[in-house]
């Protein structure tokens, strides 16, 4: 099995464990602080992921992909440099932006939110971005050796502490107002990331090849060279990211003004963003575990390939990676679709927010493929193109936002249809962006094939869920009806050969059944 190959699978699995123990987090969260704590959860929350973006200055991606290539000329001493000049720069950054986000909390909470409650979730999460700055430049290192196992462990060590304190911590403070209950939510999160530094930290000690503190400001003068080399890719990347950032930043800002204009009080506001954002967005994201493993694998793979200018390998990677989005993004978005009611209420206890994925989950797919197309230009030092993309449909999605949630014939649905306007934009144009470079074959039979497969499973999951087990409990039915769905639509696969024989084989434990 191939290195990509290899990282791909162990981050399959730990996103995998990841995003259920993350929704975990969120059902516990939901029903612990519930629609009105949820919602001043994901009000605050996408200030900090832009504080987050702000002080990583897209460095991660730089790592990964310049420790790919000095990996394969064995120049330690250029590793060294890399991680030096990237920590010196991120713990530089957190220094500033944590105590400016202290301080910019009140204003933040009391002239652009319509909510001035965000101001406590805000300061408590504010810890967190030191943490984040040190973990993100040792993550960027593992995947740039292509060992993904420590940003794998590290991610479910973080989720997992979440878990265990979210319950008691909101307890504890909820007695004192919703917002307080949100605020401990985020502490949980800090310590959730500290922990998982600390095993990144242990890891870094028994794998390193040199001594990172040895001469650390020697390095960092040494490494002028350095610096430009990972700005070339890190200031497009957190290009990109900063208009994902602000456009999320400014996203419950535009909500929340244009539901008011719209007529809705800001309590039920709120509650509705929460719904959207904390409810069903979450169960949509789900799937997305496997667009990231493939998105974090792909950099130094197609990195490594492109510096070697071996662009077959380039395009069987990318074809690789859209055919796997697409078979396993079809099966998520079937049964999302399928059960949107009764996984609403086995999850959070009310079907609030099933309307809004069966209006989305159709438009997922499309989605499911921006994170893998984003590394492959990444890679292929087309950053640039891939912010300008991210711009235009941040700018469109927010536009399309503020037009159709202020009317009162829209509102809310108005948000989601303009979230999905600007996911589909943005993925047509990295597509578009890719073949410019990548010579790419069209199998059009087989996409059409896997619409006929996820469509028959679908419909069989429905007529299963309403005409039979009905005597049986809720989630008896669910689970039931979510095995048949995936067992029929993998039987269909393999019989319309839209997965090979061949390729169940490079499966570990698949592998050995075949080989019988």
């Given at each position: 099995m191939s290195?990509?190959?290899?990282?791909?699978?162990?981050?399959?699995v730990a996103g995998f464990i990841t995003r259920v123990l993350g929704f975990i987090y969120r059902i516990v969260l939901a029903r612990s602080i519930g629609e009105e704590g949820v919602g001043l959860y994901m009000m605050a929350y996408p200030t900090f992921i832009l504080m987050v973006t702000i002080m990583q200055l897209g460095l991660p991606v730089a790592i990964s992909k310049n420790i790919a290539e000095a990996e394969a000329k064995r120049d330690y001493a250029e590793i060294k440099k890399i991680l030096v000049v990237s920590l010196a720069i991120t713990v530089g950054l957190s220094i500033i932006i944590t105590p400016a986000l202290i301080l910019l909390a009140p204003i933040l909470s009391t002239t652009l939110f319509t909510d001035q409650r965000t101001y406590y979730p805000l300061i408590a999460i504010a810890p967190a971005l030191p943490i984040i700055a040190i973990s993100s430049v040792l993550r960027g290192y593992f995947q740039g050796r292509q060992n993904m196992r420590p940003s794998a462990v590290s991610q479910i060590i973080e989720q997992f502490v979440r878990i265990t304190l979210i319950a008691t911590a909101t307890k504890t403070f909820l007695p004192y107002g919703v917002e307080y209950g949100a605020a401990a939510a985020m502490g949980a999160s800090v310590l959730g990331e500290l922990l998982s530094l600390v095993y990144l930290l242990t890891m870094f000690k028994i794998k390193k090849r040199f001594k990172l503190r040895k001469n650390f400001f020697q390095f960092v003068h040494?490494?002028?060279?350095?610096?430009?080399?990972?700005?070339?890719?890190?200031l497009p990347t957190m290009g990109s990211r900063m208009i994902g950032s602000i456009s999320w930043f400014f996203e419950p800002i535009v909500v929340a003004h244009s539901l008011a204009l719209a007529g809705v009080v800001a309590v039920n506001a709120t509650k509705q963003y929460g719904a959207l954002t904390g409810y069903a967005m979450p169960l949509l994201m789900l799937p997305s575990f496997v667009t990231f493993s493939l998105a974090t694998s792909l950099v130094p793979a197609i990195s490594e390939a492109n510096s070697n200018k071996n662009y077959k390998l380039i395009e069987y990677r990318l074809q690789q990676a859209l055919r796997f989005v697409f078979l396993t993004g079809g099966l998520a978005v079937i049964v999302l679709y399928v059960l949107a009611d009764p996984l609403m209420e086995l999850m959070y206890g009310s079907t609030k927010g099933s309307y809004f994925i069966r209006l989305m989950a159709p438009f997922f797919l499309i989605y499911y493929y921006q994170g893998p197309l984003q590394a492959v230009l990444q890679a292929l030092n087309l950053a640039q193109a891939a912010m300008i993309n991210s711009l235009i449909g941040a700018v469109i999605k927010t536009a399309v936002i503020f037009f159709l949630a202020s009317q009162a014939t829209f509102g809310i649905t108005g948000v989601a249809l303009g979230i999905i306007v600007g996911f589909v934009l943005v993925t047509g144009l990295h597509f578009a962006t890719v073949l410019k470079k990548v010579s790419f074959s069209?199998?059009?039979?087989?996409?059409?094939?896997?619409?006929?497969?996820?469509?028959?499973?679908?419909w069989l999951g429905y007529w299963l869920f309403a005409h039979t087990l009905l005597s049986e409990n809720l989630i008896t039915r669910v689970i039931t009806t979510t095995v048949a769905m995936a067992v029929s639509y993998f039987l269909m696969l393999v019989l319309f050969r839209l997965i090979k024989k061949d390729e169940l084989k490079r499966i570990p434990w698949i592998g050995k059944i075949f080989s019988f």
């Amino acid at each position: 099995m191939s290195k990509f190959l290899k990282g791909t699978f162990i981050l399959l699995v730990a996103g995998f464990i990841t995003r259920v123990l993350g929704f975990i987090y969120r059902i516990v969260l939901a029903r612990s602080i519930g629609e009105e704590g949820v919602g001043l959860y994901m009000m605050a929350y996408p200030t900090f992921i832009l504080m987050v973006t702000i002080m990583q200055l897209g460095l991660p991606v730089a790592i990964s992909k310049n420790i790919a290539e000095a990996e394969a000329k064995r120049d330690y001493a250029e590793i060294k440099k890399i991680l030096v000049v990237s920590l010196a720069i991120t713990v530089g950054l957190s220094i500033i932006i944590t105590p400016a986000l202290i301080l910019l909390a009140p204003i933040l909470s009391t002239t652009l939110f319509t909510d001035q409650r965000t101001y406590y979730p805000l300061i408590a999460i504010a810890p967190a971005l030191p943490i984040i700055a040190i973990s993100s430049v040792l993550r960027g290192y593992f995947q740039g050796r292509q060992n993904m196992r420590p940003s794998a462990v590290s991610q479910i060590i973080e989720q997992f502490v979440r878990i265990t304190l979210i319950a008691t911590a909101t307890k504890t403070f909820l007695p004192y107002g919703v917002e307080y209950g949100a605020a401990a939510a985020m502490g949980a999160s800090v310590l959730g990331e500290l922990l998982s530094l600390v095993y990144l930290l242990t890891m870094f000690k028994i794998k390193k090849r040199f001594k990172l503190r040895k001469n650390f400001f020697q390095f960092v003068h040494k490494g002028k060279r350095t610096f430009a080399d990972l700005m070339e890719i890190a200031l497009p990347t957190m290009g990109s990211r900063m208009i994902g950032s602000i456009s999320w930043f400014f996203e419950p800002i535009v909500v929340a003004h244009s539901l008011a204009l719209a007529g809705v009080v800001a309590v039920n506001a709120t509650k509705q963003y929460g719904a959207l954002t904390g409810y069903a967005m979450p169960l949509l994201m789900l799937p997305s575990f496997v667009t990231f493993s493939l998105a974090t694998s792909l950099v130094p793979a197609i990195s490594e390939a492109n510096s070697n200018k071996n662009y077959k390998l380039i395009e069987y990677r990318l074809q690789q990676a859209l055919r796997f989005v697409f078979l396993t993004g079809g099966l998520a978005v079937i049964v999302l679709y399928v059960l949107a009611d009764p996984l609403m209420e086995l999850m959070y206890g009310s079907t609030k927010g099933s309307y809004f994925i069966r209006l989305m989950a159709p438009f997922f797919l499309i989605y499911y493929y921006q994170g893998p197309l984003q590394a492959v230009l990444q890679a292929l030092n087309l950053a640039q193109a891939a912010m300008i993309n991210s711009l235009i449909g941040a700018v469109i999605k927010t536009a399309v936002i503020f037009f159709l949630a202020s009317q009162a014939t829209f509102g809310i649905t108005g948000v989601a249809l303009g979230i999905i306007v600007g996911f589909v934009l943005v993925t047509g144009l990295h597509f578009a962006t890719v073949l410019k470079k990548v010579s790419f074959s069209f199998y059009i039979r087989d996409y059409l094939t896997g619409i006929l497969v996820m469509c028959a499973a679908g419909w069989l999951g429905y007529w299963l869920f309403a005409h039979t087990l009905l005597s049986e409990n809720l989630i008896t039915r669910v689970i039931t009806t979510t095995v048949a769905m995936a067992v029929s639509y993998f039987l269909m696969l393999v019989l319309f050969r839209l997965i090979k024989k061949d390729e169940l084989k490079r499966i570990p434990w698949i592998g050995k059944i075949f080989s019988f």
